[in-house]
């Protein structure tokens, strides 16, 4: 299969991961967690058991349950020698904190591509959780990133916990605001 097919097979497959993924058709983030509705840049630390690396992303979570993420580092991969594509899945309330702190959780797949040294394309799953404060506008969030065989079951509760490896990422944030009218 050359790239260009695999490519086409992970965006059928995105797509069908996000219907599975999405909340039921009609339901909405509502009352204090809709404080959470936005789009964030992010700024990413992984660890991947010891070997560091930083990027940085766009991290939108929609009034419908959706998120969506793009990363700068798609092409260089600085924990991982292929190219991978953008992030699409859901994220949900976890509750209120007393102080009007959104606690959350947020789950994305993706794919990497096959590259020159022969590594296959995999899905790429991050389960993240923690909070967003909307006093200061930031986010907070402590996430595990799994490479999943083309043809697992990667939206499944169960991924995560099936994977060889985890890799650990921080991802701390600001909500992205309109400039003010002239």
Known sequence: MNAVSVAKAAAI???SAVALY???????????CSKAVGTFLTKNDLDNKGRAGTSRSLLVLTNGGHALRFDSD???????????????GTWRCDGINDDGTVRLT???????????????????????????????????????????????????AS?????ASTISVRFTGQRVKLPKTP
């Open 106 to 156: 947020v789950s994305t797949l993706d794919f990497t591509y096959p590259n020159a040294e022969g590594d296959p394309g995999q899905i790429a799953r991050i389960d993240a959780t923690g909070t967003y404060s909307p006093a200061t506008e930031t986010m907070k969030l402590d996430a595990k990133l799994a490479f999943l065989p083309m043809d697992s079951d990667a939206q499944e």
């Open 74 to 88: 798609q092409r260089a991969a600085t924990l991982d020698s292929r190219s991978f594509g953008d992030s699409a």
């Open 159 to 163: 991924a995560l916990a099936e994977a």
């Open 13 to 15: 497959a995105l797509v």
């Open 22 to 32: 999405s909340l039921p058709a009609g339901a909405e983030v509502e009352g204090e």
